[in-house]
Nanobody
Framework: VQLVESGGGSAQPGGSLRLTCVAPGHSLIRYCMGWFRQAPGKGREGVAFIRQDGVSNWYDGSVKGRFTISQDNAKNAVFLQMNNLQPEDTARYYC??????????????????WGQGTQVTVS
């Protein structure tokens, strides 16, 4: 299933952007949803993740206090509010979700579905 991201674009340092990811297929329960990013010449890294029950969120240390992940379960949607953006946040951001129940929700989870990515450029 293809996830659909939106909200990327350009921002100045200190600016904000809000990413949205929508997962079609409302009959599926998505136990964990979140965001990865990949900058040119670098590997993919986990950014933020949220469990479907909202009990636990995971953030990479580099975005803690600046990024906030939230969700709308009724719409199978997840959001990433990115504040105080920095040039090092420049990357392509990918949404991902799992279909298997798990107590954990973090970059090492088994993600079944991915989006095509949305570009974020901070300069």
């Amino acid at each position: 299933v293809q996830l659909v991201e939106s909200g990327g674009g350009s921002a100045q340092p200190g600016g904000s952007l809000r990413l949205t990811c929508v997962a079609p297929g409302h009959s599926l329960i998505r136990y964990c949803m979140g965001w990865f990013r990949q900058a040119p010449g670098k590997g993919r890294e986990g950014v933020a993740f949220i469990r479907q029950d909202g009990v636990s969120n995971w953030y990479d240390g580099s975005v803690k206090g600046r990024f906030t992940i939230s969700q709308d379960n009724a719409k199978n949607a997840v959001f990433l509010q990115m504040n105080n953006l920095q040039p090092e946040d420049t990357a392509r951001y990918y949404c991902a979700s799992t279909r298997s129940a798990s107590l954990t929700c973090y970059p090492g989870s088994s993600f079944n579905d991915w989006g095509q990515g949305t570009q974020v450029t901070v300069s």
